[in-house]
């Protein structure tokens, strides 16, 4: 399985990474099954940005209501490593739902996909990059 994203839209996440040396950068992945067509960055609103990330509630509430208005789904988020290793931390696995979520970690200058496939465990996804 894979996911598809915009070489524009990976480029903009690469570099909100890069832009964040101390702090995990997180946001909201928006579009359908396998597609990325948006992404909106959110508030890291975490106790610890440098370690963590906990996307800000009400940029959820209000994404969600977007949706109910006939917006894009919310398919997933991403976040940052400013370690550099794009891989999920523990951290991660001890969040994962198992709801099919895509997670797009970046770090190191790159991006890798991950799917929540059950609760505490990650499928890496590969991404495709379109034009």
Do not use: K
Request: with cysteine; aromatic share 6%; glycine share 12%.
């Amino acid at each position: 399985m894979s996911v598809t994203i915009s070489s524009g839209l990976l480029r903009l996440l690469v570099a909100q990474a890069a832009a964040s040396p101390n702090a995990e950068v997180c946001g909201l992945l928006f579009g359908a099954a396998g597609l990325i067509e948006s992404a909106e960055a959110c508030a890291n609103v975490a106790a610890n940005p440098a370690q963590a990330f906990e996307i800000d509630p009400a940029a959820l509430f209000t994404a969600y209501r977007r949706v109910r208005g006939g917006g894009l789904a919310v398919i997933g988020h991403y976040h940052s490593h400013p370690s550099g290793v794009p891989v999920p931390s523990p951290r991660d696995a001890a969040q994962a739902m198992g709801d099919g979520a895509v997670w797009m970690i970046l770090g190191g200058g790159e991006a890798r996909a991950w799917r929540s496939v059950e609760v505490g465990a990650f499928v890496e996804q590969a991404i495709e990059v379109i034009e």
